[in-house]
């Protein structure tokens, strides 16, 4: 079972930045595609950012290109979104999602879920 433990959301001003860390035990990490969803309030849980799980491609989605970057550690078991230049449209609560290579992290395809942090995006 994998464990996936998020931190660092919080309350920022528009044109702020944040970093969202996931932390993630129970499994070698190296074996984990790793991602990032979001749900706003009255909308659909949607795909916001993944990676490989050897780290050497990402995918985003066209909302957030140019502006978050996904990144990983397998030394620290830890996967990172930054995210820059925030909009209020970008406020949600921010699920990490974990998938058993070489599956990957995408709607219908996630194995594990973390339990979200809040990011709240406001003057």
């Known amino acids: 079972q994998v464990q996936l433990v998020e931190s660092g959301g919080g309350l920022v001003q528009p044109g702020g930045s944040l970093r969202l860390s996931c932390a993630a035990s129970g499994r070698t990490f190296s074996s984990l595609a790793m991602g990032w969803f979001r749900q706003a309030p009255g909308k659909e849980r949607e795909f916001v950012a993944r990676i490989t799980w050897y780290g050497s491609s990402t995918y985003y989605a066209d909302s957030v290109k140019g502006r978050f970057t996904i990144s990983r550690d397998n030394a620290k078991n830890t996967v990172y979104l930054q995210m820059n230049s925030l909009k209020p449209e970008d406020t949600a609560v921010y699920y990490c999602?974990?998938?058993?290579?070489?599956?990957?992290?995408?709607?219908?395809?996630?194995?594990?879920w973390g339990q979200g942090t809040q990011v709240t995006v406001s003057s």
């Open positions: 999602a974990a998938s058993i290579a070489p599956r990957r992290v995408v709607p219908g395809s996630v194995d594990y």
